[in-house]
């Protein structure tokens, strides 16, 4: 019997199952494009031909979108917005559409989240994350569906989940309840928009480590120890396989393919023990004391 190696790693980084130019003459917007995963995701779009537009709240996070599109030579836009705010999101597409014509492809990547024990959060930190999350995600994609119906056009929309939508998340009470709601929208609107012509999915990263994750996040993952043999894949992902799996979805050969949430995760979230180790409450998980009212 031969050692468990796990999942094959991917092709390098610059790699495409896509035609080239796939996206020729297509703008993508991407929130929350200039770190992480909405960066990663981005790069993907560009490299296929895409114009990019970024958009975020941080001046330093634009930037860092801005340089990565350039370096990859693509047509890039980046729009201060916050998601929260409904006049913000329209000045945000009225900016990308005077620059590039009306955006064909809409990445919901941008969310807010942070561990903390339920009995410690304050309604304004669940309100937070509900209104980041949940919220600025549906007035984005109101936003781009409202500007297509008028334009009889079509469009693409994919909403970047978590799988804890399906299973709940201990110490992520709020962004859990977030990325439920999430995926239950994509199915929603895919029936509603499908008639004109506007594809809706949603696209579940599993662990993928990235320099810009908060140090809440950071730290809670380091808690797990080494994070590659927790995963069934023996390995997390590479931020290319996130932005491969966001690039078919949006293109010509997925356009059957709406109301859907692809988890890209190794499996991670299906792993189950035969026998369950102890439980560890949440406190004890994050090093908290005895809860103090
Ligand atoms: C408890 C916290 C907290 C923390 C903030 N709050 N951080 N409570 N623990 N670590 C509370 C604050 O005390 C406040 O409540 C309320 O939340 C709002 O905080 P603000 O700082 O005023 O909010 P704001 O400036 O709008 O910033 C939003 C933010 C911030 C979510 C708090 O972290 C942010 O901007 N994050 C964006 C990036 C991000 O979160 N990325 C993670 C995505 S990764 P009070 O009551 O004091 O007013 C992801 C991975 C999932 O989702 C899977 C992981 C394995
Ligand atoms: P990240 O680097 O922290 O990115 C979050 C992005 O959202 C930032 O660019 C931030 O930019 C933007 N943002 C936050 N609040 C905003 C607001 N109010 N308006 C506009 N933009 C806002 O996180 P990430 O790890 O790349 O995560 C990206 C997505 O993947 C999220 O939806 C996350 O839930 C999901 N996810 C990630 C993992 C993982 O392993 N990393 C796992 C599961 C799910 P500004 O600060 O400039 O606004």
New binding site residues.
Partial sequence: MPEPTGLPHPPDVGASALPAGTYDGVTVVVTGGGTGLGKGIAAEFARLGASIVITSRKDEHLQAGKEAMEAIGAPVLTVPCDIREPDSIAACFDAATEAFGLPQVLVNNA????P?PAE???P??WR??ID?TLNGTFFMTREFGRRHLEAATPGSIINVG?SYAWTGGPGFAH?AAAKAGIKNMTETLAVEWGPYGIQVNGLVPG?FPHEDM?A??QG??ERTNDKDVCQPALRVGQRQELGWAATFLASPYARFISGHTLVVDGANWQRRLLTNPPVVTVRDQMGKGPFEL
């Fill in positions: 969310a807010a989240n942070f903390v410690d959060m304050s304004n930190a937070t994350v980041i978590a962004s662990l908060t809440d996040i809670n993952l």
